[in-house]
């Protein structure tokens, strides 16, 4: 089995930024893909950005990959930069791991607050 991590998370002021680390552990190897999803307050759970074993990424929409970047250091640790927070950003982001059979790990969340 996989677990996955999150950290990184806390108070931010609007545009300002954070790095969000999602540590995989466990059969890292069954993975395809890594991404990070969000969950706003009384929203539903949403895709920010997704990238493969291979280095290939996605992202939810334009805008907001020009201000978030996911990448990885390897296998186990997969990273969500953030840039130019906003208000509207504010969630918990969630770490989520595709296996090869297409199944899905989610980690436990981090909350990501951007307020004045």
């Known amino acids: 089995q996989v677990q996955l991590v999150e950290s990184g998370g806390g108070l931010v002021q609007p545009g300002g930024s954070l790095r969000l680390s999602c540590a995989a552990s466990?059969?890292?190897?069954?993975?395809?893909?890594m991404g990070w999803y969000r969950q706003a307050p009384g929203k539903q759970r949403e895709l920010v950005a997704t990238?493969?074993?291979?280095?290939?990424?996605k992202y939810a929409d334009s805008l907001l990959k020009g201000r978030f970047t996911i990448s990885r250091d390897n296998a186990n640790l997969v990273y969500l930069q953030m840039n130019s927070l906003k208000p509207d950003d504010t969630a918990v982001y969630y770490c989520?791991?595709?296996?090869?059979?297409?199944?899905?790990?989610w980690g436990k969340g981090t909350l990501v607050t951007v307020s004045s």
């Open positions: 989520n791991g595709k296996g090869w059979d297409g199944g899905d790990v």
């Open positions: 466990g059969s890292i190897f069954s993975i395809y893909a």
């Open positions: 990238i493969t074993s291979g280095g290939s990424t």
